[in-house]
């Protein structure tokens, strides 16, 4: 696609359910990355994927934080049990692979409020 | 660990005049680029100049240019004939050489252009 796409925009959820948010990347682009943004916040770094590379898992929060990315595109961010402190907006972007100053194209966001 | 800081919360300016937003960080890289990104209220992360760190010469990108400081690991964003269209919240953030795409953000500054 032309850009990067991410849905829902927007879920409210209640405590302790499970959501899952879905990244569709950029064709062609080889890593992905999930960022989480709390209210009036910077962003926060939560899962990197690179081709067929493990991911570097080594920003999400708690093991109720999961990720896959299917076939080298489309990813989905799962938490399970969600709480209070989930509510977030949940970011993700592409980029194509190498060293260098790849640039990153973010998607709207997906905004998650837990009741 | 790298860490980045940004001590201006909310920062406004008249329209056609220059507003300078400020930023340190903090590494112990020695390869890494430092950027400016742009979240206007569609939340979606735009960038908006990046920094090599071993390039001396400060970036520019028409309007906006910066004033990099290496020793005191300033990285300045500058914004001339504000237009109001710049109202947005502006992150600086930092990444190493190997992986550009994990970024470290600073908190933000809301900016606001004013007619």
């Known amino acids: 696609g032309a850009g990067v796409s991410q849905s829902p925009s927007n879920k409210v959820t209640e405590k302790g359910k499970d959501v899952e948010l879905r990244c569709d990347p950029i064709s062609g682009h080889t890593a992905l990355y999930w960022y989480r943004q709390s209210l009036g916040q910077g962003l926060e770094f939560l899962i990197y994927f690179q081709g067929n590379s493990a991911p570097d898992k080594s920003g999400l929060p708690s093991d109720r934080f999961s990720a896959e990315r299917t076939g080298g595109s489309v990813s989905t961010l799962t938490i399970q049990r969600t709480q209070q402190e989930d509510s977030a907006v949940y970011l993700c972007?592409?980029?194509?692979?190498?060293?260098?100053?790849?640039?990153?194209?973010f998607g709207a966001g997906s905004r998650l409020t837990v009741l | 660990a790298q860490t980045v800081t940004q001590s201006q919360p909310e920062m406004s300016v008249q329209e056609a005049e220059t507003v300078t937003l400020s930023c340190t960080y903090d590494?112990?890289?020695?390869?890494?680029?430092l950027f400016w990104y742009k979240q206007p209220p569609s939340r979606q992360m735009i960038l908006v100049i990046r920094?090599?760190?071993?390039?001396?010469q400060n970036a520019t990108e028409n309007r906006f240019s910066v004033n990099f400081q290496k020793a005191a690991k300033s990285f300045s964003l500058k914004i001339s004939d504000s237009q109001l269209g710049d109202t947005a919240m502006y992150f600086c953030?930092?990444?190493?050489?190997?992986?550009?795409?994990?970024?470290?953000f600073g908190q933000g500054t809301t900016l606001q252009v004013k007619p």
């Open positions: 920094q090599e760190a071993y390039k001396q």
């Open positions: 590494t112990s890289e020695n390869n890494y680029y």
């Open positions: 953030a930092s990444a190493i050489r190997s992986n550009t795409g994990k970024l470290i």
């Open positions: 972007a592409s980029s194509s692979a190498g060293v260098g100053a790849n640039v990153l194209t």
